[in-house]
């Protein structure tokens, strides 16, 4: 019998797959998807709800979040609902609290030795932690204490500047106090006698008039000092007296002043440091 060759024969396209057409056995270890589904606002009275929905291999989760209360929905609290660590309650707990109170008295004293007792006992209990009101009191005490025992003080034995030796020299504590004063009057005789600059370090001078710390603001080498016949970076040659002093601004910027003594009395010298650069010496002469 002859063979005939039909071609290719092709039957009629099926329809698609759908979920519904497998079984759970078929569906077994395939990933399902799933989204975020639904948020829904509720009562603050209700409870969190998740719920998952299907719809074939995906799957929704709706949430349900209840919303806070506002502030006038919530209940007044009493203190008498209040339950304390200890079994009492809030409101019987608030009548045992004593309000703290300030007290502006302050007592007066005839003799440094009762001043200077008041003083250290106050100032003792300052020390005691207690409320603010009390410490605020206690310091008030202190300071008039002191104030009072500065101003016995001052009235037994005299300014200190010009003291003279009218003095009960019988009493062991006013004759200490005379030789004291004494002392210092001295000194004070001296230190009029010699002129004293803020910050300025007198044990030694300033030779290298630009050797300045451009990293520490407050390091010695910033530090005022006397210059005395400098040796390097100076912009006086010979004979030189001054005062050297260094405005520091930041690691990049500062600035040097001179002001001369001998030999122009009153020349200002200045040498700005801007990024690595020297202006340069620039004076200003008095008329």
């Known amino acids: 019998m002859p063979k005939i060759n039909l071609g290719k024969v092709v039957g009629d396209k099926g329809d698609s797959f759908t979920y519904e057409d497998f079984t759970p056995e078929q569906l077994n270890g395939i990933t399902p998807k799933i989204f ?8 603050p009275d209700q409870n969190a709800t ?20 506002n502030g006038s929905e919530i209940k007044n609290i009493y203190a008498e609902n209040v339950s304390m660590a200890d079994g009492n309650t809030l409101e019987s707990t608030m009548t045992n609290i004593i309000t703290p109170t300030f007290d502006d008295s302050t007592q007066a004293y005839e003799t440094l030795t009762a001043a200077n ?15 603010i ?17 500065l101003k016995i003080l001052g009235t037994n034995v005299g300014n200190i500047r010009g003291i003279t030796s009218d003095l009960n020299s019988e009493s062991d504590y006013i004759a200490a106090s005379s030789k004291a004063v004494s002392i210092l009057n001295g000194n004070l005789n001296f230190v009029t006698k010699k002129q004293y600059f803020t910050n300025i370090a007198r044990d030694k001078y300033k030779d290298n008039l630009l050797f300045v710390s451009l990293s520490i603001e407050n390091h010695d080498a910033n530090k005022t000092r006397l210059i005395l016949n400098p040796t390097e970076n ?7 007296l001054g005062i050297w002093q260094c405005y520091w601004f930041d690691n990049a910027h500062l600035f040097v002043k001179v002001e001369e ?3 122009l009395c009153g020349r200002i010298w200045t040498n700005f440091y801007n990024t690595e650069n020297w202006s340069g010496w620039k004076s200003i002469t008095p008329p």
Not at 36 to 43: A, E, H, Q, S
Not at 117 to 131: F, H, L, M, P, R
Not at 234 to 240: C, I, W
Request: avoid cysteine; charge should be positive.
């Open 36 to 43: 975020k589904g639904n948020v829904t606002t509720l009562n």
């Open 50 to 69: 998740v719920d998952i929905r299907n719809d074939g291999l995906n799957n929704y989760i709706d949430f349900g979040i209840p919303r806070g209360k």
């Open 117 to 131: 007792a008041a003083a250290e006992t106050t100032s003792n209990k300052i020390k005691s932690g207690e409320n």
């Open 133 to 149: 009101f009390t410490t605020l009191s206690n310091m008030k005490k202190s300071f008039s204490a002191i104030v009072q025992g």
């Open 234 to 240: 100076s912009p006086v040659t010979g004979t030189f």
């Open 261 to 263: 003594f001998y030999p």
